[in-house]
Nanobody, 121 residues
Framework: QVQLVESGGGLVQAGGSLRLSCVAS????????MRWHRQTPGKQRELVAT???????NYADAVKGRFTIARDNALNTVYLQMNSMKPEDTAVYYC???????????????WGKGTLVTVSS
């Protein structure tokens, strides 16, 4: 079993910053891509940022230049630094990791339960 736990959400004023963390634990052999998604009520979950095991990154247009994704492979942790935040960044943020476990020959995606980020205007 693999668990992903997010932290760092909360209330911030527009223009402010927050840093999210997501720690993966359990029966992990290796973690490939790690991603952050977000979702607001009534909307589909959207991909915010991706980081590969080699450190390559990709961002949604809505967050480019404001958000930075990073990872610490030794700690099985992915971060999302969010700067210059806007009210439209308000959402539940989820992390996703493609994990190969020690007891399988294939990988699969695991999700955290999410952390709420609220940006006030």
């Amino acid at each position: 079993q693999v668990q992903l736990v997010e932290s760092g959400g909360g209330l911030v004023q527009a223009g402010g910053s927050l840093r999210l963390s997501c720690v993966a634990s359990g029966n992990i052999f290796t973690i490939n891509a790690m991603r952050w998604h977000r979702q607001t009520p009534g909307k589909q979950r959207e991909l915010v940022a991706t980081i590969t095991s080699g450190g390559s990154t990709n961002y949604a247009d809505a967050v480019k230049g404001r958000f930075t994704i990073a990872r610490d492979n030794a700690l099985n942790t992915v971060y999302l630094q969010m700067n210059s935040m806007k009210p439209e960044d308000t959402a539940v943020y989820y992390c996703r990791a493609y994990v190969v476990t020690r007891t399988s020959n294939y990988g699969m995606d695991y999700w955290g339960k999410g952390t709420l980020v609220t940006v006030s205007s």
